[in-house]
């Protein structure tokens, strides 16, 4: 696993590159927005936002003219990127550089929609249910969390993708982003969530799994 100042590291440096990744990653996001209904969201939060090109992609295509957009990440250089991206939407957009932790600056509450995108399977697992704790605290009653992340191999292509990405995993997790598969799923199973939507896809056999799911009361 890589520690967070090496992730940061990794993340300034890659910088735009990012972007080359989206012949794997936009099908699997798009599954994701089908599912979580962001027409009707008043406030969006994005954690690890990366280029900010999900960001500038939901203001443009999805969200009425008087949403918002809060995003946030661990590295400068996304930071930089998402904020001159997200530019022309003036005060509908505001993007935050964390110090990759769990516990962000914002309300209990106030947000309808939650999301991250490849990015919790960089996160330790308890980090990881930290974020779906966080989220269940920022979003208002009936809010919705929309998730992507690698996971496990679903097919023979994937199986074989998965068994070099996995050995490049161990080897040096950097060499993949310190992205290693992860079950989103199992994390929704509580009184706190009722999943809307899951569903595991295989693109150009990199195997993803998307949750959709609604914040129940109590
Ligand atoms: C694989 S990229 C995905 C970026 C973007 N979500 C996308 O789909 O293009 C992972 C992103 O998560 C950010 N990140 C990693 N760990 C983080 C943390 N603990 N807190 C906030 N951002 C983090 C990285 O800096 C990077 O921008």
Redesign the pocket.
Known sequence: MLE?DK??A???G?GRK??S??FY?DPV?EEMVRHADFGTAESVV??????G??AERLLTDHLWPGARYWG????ET?VSLARERVLPFGFRAEVVR?D???SLPLPDGGADRFV????L???PDR?IDQVVEEARRVLKQGGLIGL?SLTQAIGPLSSLVMGVWNALYSFRPSLV???RPIDLGSRFGGPGWEILHQRKMASFGIPSEVVVARKRDG
């Open positions: 967070k992730v940061k990794f993340y300034d890659f990012q972007d990744q989206a990653e996001v994005e954690f690890g936002c990366g280029t090109r999900f946030c990440d661990i590295s996304m964390t990759g932790g769990t991250s995108n490849f990015v399977d960089i996160l980090e992507v982003g310190g992205c």
